[in-house]
């Protein structure tokens, strides 16, 4: 069973920032790629961010100049560096990997950004 246990959510003032990590409990090179996905109060859950195996990544285009996702492969962990934060950042953070067919979740971490 694999987990991923996100952390390093929190409130932040508008323009300030939060560095997210999510740990797995195997290998992150075992997955086809490790994804950051977010889901503000009435909306659908979106994609932020997406690091594959060979460590191409791609962003959510209003969020590609703000966020970075990077790894630490010896630690397991993949992480979401977030810049000048805004209020309508305020979400539920979600890490999320998948190697076909399957894919898993974490619980989720509370990014709430004030203005």
């Known amino acids: 069973q694999v987990q991923l246990v996100e952390s390093g959510g929190g409130l932040v003032q508008a323009g300030g920032s939060l560095r997210l990590s999510c740990a797995a409990s195997?290998?992150?090179?075992?997955?086809?790629?490790m994804d950051w996905y977010r889901q503000a109060p009435g909306k659908q859950r979106e994609l932020v961010a997406t690091?594959?195996?060979?460590?191409?990544?791609n962003y959510a285009d209003s969020m590609k100049d703000r966020f970075t996702i990077s790894r630490h492969s010896g630690e397991n962990t993949v992480f979401l560096q977030m810049n000048s934060l805004k209020p309508e950042d305020t979400a539920i953070y979600y890490c999320?990997?998948?190697?076909?067919?399957?894919?898993?979740w974490g619980q989720g971490t509370q990014v709430t950004v004030s203005s």
């Open positions: 999320h990997a998948f190697t076909r067919p399957y894919q898993y």
């Open positions: 195997r290998s992150i090179f075992s997955f086809n790629a």
């Open positions: 690091i594959t195996t060979d460590g191409t990544t």
